[in-house]
DNA sequence: CTGAAAGCGCTTACAG
DNA sequence: CTGAAAGCGCTTACAG
């Protein structure tokens, strides 16, 4: 037939290499491994001609036959809301890699600003030897020392949600494109309020690099929207922070008309708004997606969430670990992804129990 | 450490069934996977005991032994905009899934149009002994009979972007919400223009179910968003024709403030209006997304459009197919995915050369 | 209908 | 430093 194209992978396998050179199998896979035992001009030689012969590891052959990877996963036991999210995509990727011989070992600390705990258990995965580690979001601060251990070791990590100052080899943040996120939160705003209107933003914290991107990325965009960028509050991600901020940013702002709540947390903005009868008048930005925020989707008081994608974010750190660990693969040590814009008419799509991409 | 939690899959084979039962290894293989050759008690009692001791099959181990799988894909040429990100989504599936011992056939059709060519391509799949068939959207009529002959060898088919009529047993349609899709865009549009302004909507075809289902969802949203819903026009995919209906409908809706574009084809309707200087009055809602339509959101001229993410629904019929032909787990007839918002703010998120997800 | 053997492509002790 | 052998968990001819 016209038009017909095949694509076959004519596979080149080690024993190909070992015929190609007259070198034994064992030899050959030290020297592409990278193991002790080689002198140096056999691995090259075997590398060169690897190389040339166009060979590429068979993942599932090799995970077949070698020890199992374990990953170590440290999550906090704090807001299950969004940790569960994360938990949801590592598991359902691991899952998948079942068969490849992946398994995981989840250690749970208390709270998102447990630094020493945080520190002790990473210590505890060395003692285990974990192949590699996901550290899950928390306000974390000095835990340096023990992110140099699994550096030293060579141990892989990968880091969720947040970002971490020092870059490593071998390590990558996940998260969110803050400045991104900002300016989209700001253009949505623009649609439903007129010129200058006055708008406000809640954040978490403003120690936290990527909650002052979501501030950058608003105030950049909210010029070109022409609304008035009003004040930024902190509302430690606590709720009822969040209600009293939003009592007082009613009382204190003239012409209010929208509020950009950067973080998970719009439950108590919405919760004040929603007694004094104010949802009209006020449109609300969220961030990400639980119960309550679904909830108040469909009732359109918030008009809209960025949803940061948790799931997709776990799944993405176990695969980046994986072709580490397997293909000696090397990620960039920031991935930033973009969320996704929920709305009343497509919020029941994001079923966050079951599946999410 | 308190607080830890390991999860080891401790593995069951078909050597353990073999041990438990006192059979061969050959045997519990044909009872397993549904082959002639053993007695229907000896089955039974497999079967039984496999999923007592809960055993899983091993696809890396399977995939090392079995015969290749070969999908073979039919693509119209015409539309390449969109037809390879189609493409791009399959590729990178297939190609995640080589080490599983899978690889692909490509067979092209001139048009979105060719039901003759498609039925001869269908026969030709059957002749190369193709294991499954992935089939690439066109405005298919009269195919039933090809599909038949597919039906009848139990070659598996997974329908991208469009519907069929017909619901056969292993066969599986893929695409947007378009009932969803349509409500989202007037959501988003009443966002955007007063109560009582007038819209208008394209769509490609009045016959297609799924063009259809976006007209219906716009015009049950379009009530609760106040705005009066003045005509739906086909375009029939033809640049040229959907400028000249937007002449049309400027030139005989008095009032009318939004179009909702309802296929990518939105290129002739924004063509009109920049020419025309009308852009500010006019709030336009497209669908899908590629260069052109890339430039005309940065511009701030389409608004928002619905991106149909057929990278990912490329992705999930290779993914469909293989749980199929390895696992033997059907999937329903139909899946219906959400589109992605996608605005001026996060446009560059949608890298379409490279990654979409 | 049932079974013994070889092989898929790799890694891992172990011996030389 | 180098190599021969066994094994990971399955499937596939082939023989009985």
Known sequence: VEGKVIIIMKRVTVKDIANELNISLSTINKALTGKKGVSEQTRTNVL??????????????????????????????????????????????????????????????????????????????????????ILCPGYYADIENGLLKLQKREIPLVILGTDIRKKFDRFTCIRTDGLRSG?????????????????????????????????????????????????VFEHQDEIDLSYILTKKIIREITNIKGIY??????????????????TDNISIIATDLYKEIKQYIKKGIIKATLFQNQVTQGEKAVKIIFSLLTENKKAPSEILISPSIIIKNNVDFFDLDNENS
Chains 1, 2 share one sequence.
């Open 48 to 133: 060169k001609t690897a190389e040339i012969m166009g060979y590429k590891v068979n993942k599932v052959a090799q995970s077949l036959a070698r020890k199992s990877i374990n990953i170590g996963i440290i999550i906090p036991k704090s807001w299950p809301q969004i940790h569960n999210l994360f938990k949801h995509g590592i598991n359902k990727e691991i899952e998948r890699l079942s068969d490849y011989n992946v398994y995981s070992t989840y250690y749970e600390v208390s709270d998102m600003y447990s630094n020493i705990e945080t520190m002790k258990i990473i210590e505890q995965c060395i003692k285990d030897e974990v192949s590699a580690v």
């Open 183 to 231: 300016s989209m939160a700001a253009e949505l705003l623009g649609w439903q309020i007129k010129d200058n209107s006055s708008v406000a933003v809640l954040i978490g914290n403003k120690d936290l690099k990527d909650h002052n991107d979501k501030v950058e990325g608003f105030v950049k965009e909210s010029k070109i929207q022409k609304f008035i960028m009003a004040g």
């Open 261 to 278: 709540v950067a973080t998970g947390n719009s439950i108590g903005v919405c919760k004040y708004l929603e007694e004094k009868g104010l």
